[in-house]
């Protein structure tokens, strides 16, 4: 079982940047393959960018160049740093855990509301 708590998000000028949090409970974090996701107002959730237990990293093409994914395993803590923000960037964004096999058991956290202004 793993518990995944967000923080970082917030009210930001266009252009400006962010770096939101995701604290992991659980004891088997290193192997975890890691997500962020985010959900505009009528949309549905998508994926943002995503880290394997190898560190290896993959993104959508709209964040390419301007947001950054990381984790700290010694502290359970996956980052996703967000630079260049864009008003079409507003939306809910939430962390996924995914353990091995990396089938289709997923951990998803509260999210956290970011909301970029023109």
């Known amino acids: 079982q793993v518990q995944l708590v967000e923080s970082g998000g917030g009210v930001v000028q266009y252009g400006g940047s962010l770096r939101l949090s995701c604290a992991a409970y659980g004891n088997m974090f290193s192997t975890l393959l890691m997500q962020w996701y985010r959900q505009a107002p009528g949309k549905e959730r998508e994926g943002v960018a995503a880290i394997s237990a190898g560190q290896s990293t993959n993104y959508a093409d709209f964040v390419k160049g301007r947001f950054t994914i990381s984790r700290d395993n010694a502290n359970y803590i996956l980052y996703l740093q967000m630079n260049g923000l864009k008003p079409e960037n507003t939306a809910v964004y939430y962390c996924?855990?995914?353990?091995?096999?990396?089938?289709?058991?997923?951990?998803w956290g509260q999210g956290t509301q970011v909301t970029v202004s023109s």
């Open positions: 996924n855990a995914r353990p091995p096999p990396y089938l289709t058991t997923d951990y």
